[in-house]
């Protein structure tokens, strides 16, 4: 049995930043892709970004570039999300997700949210303007 765990969350200001980790347990994540997704009040959950297990390769949403960084640890199982210069509109739940492993995704990266298979329960990040 995968299990997630997400931390790290919580308040602050506009400008602010938090490191958002993300806890695996039950296997290894040596070859999973991992990925962040997002929750707002009254919309549906959004793709946030991914990292891949064979290369490390990174992957944001627009909105995000420039402010967060993904990156993993697999000797420890963690995952990480750091979030710097957070805006109000980055209000939300935050989610960590691993697809079901060993999967190559030719010239392309999971951000569907059916691609993942694993999921945490989430840590509200609130960002006060």
């Known amino acids: 049995q995968v299990h997630l765990v997400e931390s790290g969350g919580g308040l602050v200001q506009a400008g602010g930043s938090l490191q958002l980790s993300c806890a695996v347990s039950?296997?290894?994540?040596?070859?999973?892709?991992m990925g962040w997704f997002r929750q707002a009040p009254g919309r549906e959950r959004e793709f946030v970004a991914h990292?891949?297990?064979?290369?490390?390769?990174?992957n944001y949403v627009d909105f995000v570039k420039g402010r967060f960084s993904i990156s993993r640890d697999n000797d420890k199982g963690m995952v990480y999300l750091q979030m710097d210069n957070l805006e109000p509109e980055d209000t939300a739940v935050y989610y960590c997700?691993?697809?079901?492993?060993?999967?190559?995704?030719?010239?392309?990266?999971?951000?569907?949210?059916?691609?993942?298979?694993?999921w945490g329960q989430g840590t509200q990040v609130t960002v006060s303007s």
């Open positions: 997700a691993a697809d079901r492993g060993n999967i190559y995704y030719l010239n392309r990266y999971p951000y569907r949210i059916y691609e993942y298979d694993y």
């Open positions: 039950g296997r290894t994540i040596n070859k999973n892709d």
């Open positions: 990292i891949g297990w064979q290369y490390g390769n990174t």
